[in-house]
């Protein structure tokens, strides 16, 4: 057997992106999940050898924690709330700039997009002006109508749609652009047949167009619940995950527990916990998709998928 | 009579939308110009009295929020340069070159991309301080120098290089390297230009990671240190809205100069596949 010597020059091609995500992305994953089983804290820090292994401990006086438990909820709303809130929003927003009657189509999507490339804490920052209880634009608004004053960022039950209200306006455009891209490939035959079988606009929507958006859905359902799963600049530079721990998201949490106390393997632990929610949704996601639509369809949106099979299953 | 009825209530609608996304963002640039004191006037105005670049003056000398955008443009930039090379090259390899285990490499990176990156956060901060990068630039640079989207998307457009043009260059005697360098960075340029945009705004926007890693408020980032600021001056309403502008201004002009190049990014991440 002969071997040569030389090494492969494509090797040398992948070594240096490999090298970087395998050490400080891949090395750090695994051992973020032997941390999870460790006591590592401030003390850990100085000296090494305070370190103890402590099994399961870490899980389990999470599910005791009602901080945690607060965090888990709250994360919840925003995702099941705000991520179809979200999505909804983009749909509405993509069928208007695709709308074959309507004019300056390109301006319009341009200024739809705008929010999604601007600085999340900078317009945190503006946006929580905006909800001022006294000066702000939004209660000015509700004013006009006849409406509030609502004390968004202070009142518990107001604080998360806040954030959600923030989010979406933030987060559409990016959608709408997918889904843009979805509807222009829906052949225009299929409008013809069914306007020629007698269905109105609202049927068309129905019949043609949602059904052939189906594998669009598959990745901005999972694109985004992903994202959103992952709050933190919102509440941390508007709430601080207040009031009354109204906005505490997990990943807050998991910084505050981390990298604000040091307790490095209670951080850890949080940060799995959360993995483990995301990949759980991601396959329930495409299981639920998958079944109704066939492999054809789910396999214009590989990234996810194939993802989450590799992964997960 | 329908067909305009129905064209003004989608133009009502469009412009109500459009409205609606401005309205944060013209008020933002409106109150960074207003004289102290009158973004808080109530009831609320929506144009300065006279507009005044006094707070952005302030941003630059009081504040010292120059060397947060210098840190900001200088990472961003090397973040974007060294990331071109790494992804670009790898991307290549995927799509073109053969090596083993090639799409079983390929396809782990893909799962790889469901792992939320603050699974990963503790670990690398640990290690990070072990190698005396904690607070320092290339400590925040480290996680955004390769990516596997970046991999994706060069392979992505690489796999539509034909193999006739690039055993052309083998036959004639050139390297990997070479080919790599004369003839596949000038056929995926406009890839490349995607990434580079992708790329740049993803670290001049990311926020967690330089929270983390950076201590000096000398080595601050533009949104890390916003953030901070908004802590200390939750009063000065206006200057703050001139670091909310300066921070989102070089981003919204660099997608509205771009924004071809960013839209078919999400496209060739999102739809094509």
């Given amino acids: 057997m002969t071997r040569r010597r030389r090494i492969d020059p494509a ?3 992948v070594a240096p992106a490999l090298g970087l995500i395998g050490v400080f992305f891949l090395v750090p994953v695994v051992a973020s999940l032997v941390l999870s089983f460790t006591d590592f804290d401030i003390y850990a820090i100085a000296d090494a050898r305070h370190l103890r292994l402590v099994g399961a401990d870490n899980y389990a006086t999470l599910l005791r924690d009602p901080r945690f438990c607060t965090a888990l909820r709250n994360t919840l709303y925003f995702v099941l709330v705000g991520g179809p809130l979200s999505v909804a929003v983009s749909l509405g927003a993509a069928l208007l ?22 600085t999340l804490v900078a317009v945190a920052v503006v946006w929580r002006y905006l909800y001022h209880p006294r000066f702000g634009l939004l209660n000015r608004g509700l004013a006009l109508l006849g409406l509030g004053p609502i004390d968004w960022l202070g009142d518990p039950a107001w604080a998360m749609p806040a954030i959600i209200l923030l989010a979406v306006w933030k987060n559409f455009g990016f959608n709408m652009i997918i889904f843009v891209a979805g509807l222009e490939n829906v052949p225009e035959r299929l409008y013809e047949a069914a306007r020629i079988d007698g269905a109105g606009a609202w049927q068309q929507f129905r019949h043609v167009t949602l059904p052939m958006l189906a594998p669009t859905f598959v990745f901005v359902g999972v694109v985004t619940m992903i994202g959103y799963f992952q709050l933190f600049a919102e509440p941390y530079v508007m709430t601080q995950g207040g009031p009354a721990d109204s906005t505490l998201s997990v990943v807050l949490l998991m910084y505050e527990e981390g990298f604000r106390w040091w307790n490095m393997g209670h951080g850890a632990a949080i940060a799995f916990v959360l993995f483990a929610i995301i990949l759980a949704c991601t396959a329930l996601q495409l299981r639920l998709r998958g079944l109704k639509l066939g492999e054809r369809e789910v396999a214009t949106a590989p990234v996810g998928r194939r993802g989450a099979e590799e992964a997960g299953a | ?40 006037a109530v009831p609320p105005r929506l144009l300065p009295s006279a507009a005044t670049l006094e707070h952005y003056r302030a941003l630059f000398t009081r504040l010292d929020l120059a060397r947060a955008f210098l840190n900001s443009a200088g990472l961003a930039a090397a973040v974007t340069l060294i990331a071109l090379v790494v992804n ?55 996680p955004g120098l390769a990516s596997v989207f970046g991999i994706f998307l060069v392979r992505q457009y690489a796999l539509s290089i034909p193999e006739s043009v690039l055993d052309a260059a083998r036959i004639d005697g050139a390297g990997e390297l070479r080919i790599y360098r004369s003839l596949v960075l000038y056929l995926c340029a406009p890839i490349l230009v995607t990434l580079a945009v992708f790329t740049f705004m993803g670290t001049w926007n990311d926020f967690m990671w330089p929270l983390v890693v950076l201590a000096d408020a000398r080595l601050y980032t ?45 496209m060739a991440g999102g739809v094509k596949g």
Avoid at chain 2, 93 to 101: D, E, P, S, Y
Avoid at chain 2, 104 to 116: E, H
Avoid at chain 2, 240 to 263: D, E, K, S
């Fill in chain 1, 97 to 118: 700039v695709s709308a074959r009657l309507a004019r300056f189509r390109g301006f319009f999507r341009t200024v739809f997009f705008l929010p999604v490339v601007t």
């Fill in chain 2, 222 to 266: 533009l949104p890390v240190a916003l953030a901070s600021l908004a802590g200390e001056h939750v009063q000065d309403v206006e200057l703050m809205m001139a670091g909310a502008v300066l921070t989102v201004l070089p981003v919204v002009l660099l997608f509205v100069g771009l924004q071809r190049h960013y839209i078919a990014g999400i």
């Fill in chain 2, 88 to 142: 670009s090259m790898a991307g290549y390899a995927f799509a073109k070159l053969r090596f083993a285990g090639r799409e079983r490499i390929f396809r782990l990176l893909l799962a790889a991309l469901v792992i939320p990156a603050q699974v990963a956060m503790l670990p690398l901060f640990l290690m990070l301080r072990e190698l005396h990068l904690v607070n320092t630039y290339a400590g925040v640079m480290v």
């Fill in chain 2, 1 to 40: 009579m329908r067909r305009r009825a129905e064209v003004v209530l989608l133009h009502a609608a469009l412009v109500a939308g459009a409205v609606l996304v401005l309205v944060p963002l013209l008020w933002m640039v409106s109150a960074s110009l207003m004289p102290a004191g009158e973004a808080t």
């Fill in chain 1, 11 to 13: 090797l040398c091609f």
